[in-house]
Structures are given as structure tokens and as C-alpha cells.
């Protein structure tokens, strides 16, 4: 079986600073990692994912993830947010040896505050 | 790229009622997935589809829970007699099946909003 904790349920930042969205994953076999975000009233989005290769991966809006075997932990970073970063965030893991379905966490809320 | 659409977006039923969800996965896509999100969760798995075949539905929440992917196209969910304990987002994903598998990415479509009275 596997699962993921999520920190922190609410973090609010104000504009321009750095923020860290924690996530922390439980599973016997490897995993394949994925963080993504729901706006409003929307449906989620993909921000990164970790399949395999460099630790680090990055998204094309300035947040970056790095995978840590050790700590099993998959942590989510930006060092400067916008307003527009206001949204709820999910970690996700799969397993290789399960099914095909995501565990998600139970998100963290970014308030970016002016 | 059209994305994963779904239908309708907002369902308010009384109890008791049954009710049809549709998803319309990427057109390549032939995995289709089932999920349920409740208020201040993050979304839980209910089913999978591999084309039209049903590949894992033991997470279904109770024999009220169905779901249909006939030609391996479109997917539908439907809940018989609706409980109030089954308002929630029911969201819908599709991914292209490469890599094995184990890794391909899903992307979800906006969900629907089912309110039980």
C-alpha cells in the first residue's frame, strides 16, 4: 500500500517571498511522483512530475521538486510567488508495482497575499 | 487539444434519485480513470479502464457505483439511489498508456459537482 502526508493543509506567503509546499510519501517499491494544482472551480492540472533520471525537475511557471529517496520526501519549491500562484496544490505518487491509479494527498492551500 | 471533457458540470438531485456522469477522454488516450473528491480531500481513486476494458473497479464505494466505457471512447459513472453522503466532485482523467504504464501521466478533466438534497 502506499500514501502521501501533506504537511502543511494551509500556507499563506506574501508576494515575492519563497515558499516550500511539504510532501512526504509511504510505499515498499519505487515510485513515480506528481504534483499538481486546482485553481477555483477547475479541475486539476499537471505542475511537474519525477519518472526517473535527474532528482530535480522543474515547471514551466517556476516551481521545482526534488525527489529525496532517503527521506521519501518529494517537496515542492518556489522562490518568488505571485498572486497568481493562489491555489490548492496535491502531491501525488504511483507505485510500480500497483495499479494504475494515483494516491493523492490532502492538499495545501497557497494564499499569496500582496 | 481539446483536453478531457465532462458533463454535466454541476448535478443537483434529491436523495434517492440515480444520476449519469460523462467523460470524454484525449481522443489518443486509452486510459480512462474515475475519481471522487470531497471537500478538503485530495481526490480518491475509484476505477480504471484500459480501452473498454474495466481493469480495476474493487475501489468502487458500493454496488450503487457503475461504471461503462462501451467502445472504448467515451466513459460514463452512474450512482443509483444517491445518498447525501455522496455529494463531492467526481472527476475523470485520461493518459496515453506508454512507459508501461507504470508512470504515464493522467490529465483530468474540470469534474462534476454532484449536490444530493
Known amino acids: 500500500a502506499q500514501s502521501v502526508t501533506q504537511l502543511d493543509s494551509q500556507v499563506p506567503v506574501f508576494e515575492e517571498a519563497p515558499v516550500e509546499l511539504r510532501c512526504n510519501y509511504s510505499?515498499?517499491?519505487?515510485?513515480?511522483l506528481f504534483w499538481y494544482v486546482q485553481y477555483p472551480n477547475q479541475g486539476l492540472q499537471l505542475l511537474l512530475k519525477?519518472?526517473?533520471?535527474?532528482?530535480l525537475v522543474e515547471s514551466i511557471n517556476g516551481f521545482e521538486a526534488e525527489f529525496n529517496k532517503s527521506q521519501t520526501s518529494f517537496h515542492l519549491r518556489k522562490p518568488s510567488v505571485h498572486i497568481s500562484d493562489t491555489a490548492e496544490y496535491f502531491c501525488a505518487v504511483i507505485s510500480s508495482g500497483s495499479a494504475r491509479q494515483l494516491t493523492f494527498g490532502s492538499g495545501t492551500q497557497l494564499t499569496v497575499l500582496p | 487539444d481539446t483536453g478531457v471533457s465532462q458533463d454535466p458540470r454541476h448535478k443537483i438531485t434529491k436523495r434517492g434519485q440515480n444520476v449519469t456522469f460523462r467523460c470524454d477522454p484525449i481522443?489518443?488516450?486509452?486510459?480512462l480513470y474515475w475519481y471522487r473528491q470531497t471537500l478538503g480531500q485530495g481526490p480518491e481513486f475509484l476505477t480504471y479502464?484500459?480501452?473498454?476494458?474495466?481493469?480495476?473497479k474493487s475501489r468502487l464505494l458500493s454496488d450503487r457505483f457503475s461504471a461503462e466505457r462501451p467502445k472504448g471512447s467515451f466513459s460514463t459513472l452512474e450512482i443509483q439511489r444517491t445518498e447525501q453522503g455522496d455529494s463531492a466532485m467526481y472527476l475523470c482523467a485520461s493518459s496515453l498508456g506508454t512507459s508501461g504504464g507504470k508512470g504515464d501521466t493522467q490529465y483530468f478533466g474540470p469534474g462534476t459537482r454532484l449536490t444530493v438534497l
Open positions: 510505499s515498499s517499491v519505487s515510485v513515480y
Open positions: 479502464f484500459q480501452n473498454e476494458a474495466q481493469l480495476e
Open positions: 519525477y519518472l526517473s533520471g535527474s532528482t
Open positions: 481522443s489518443e488516450h486509452n486510459r
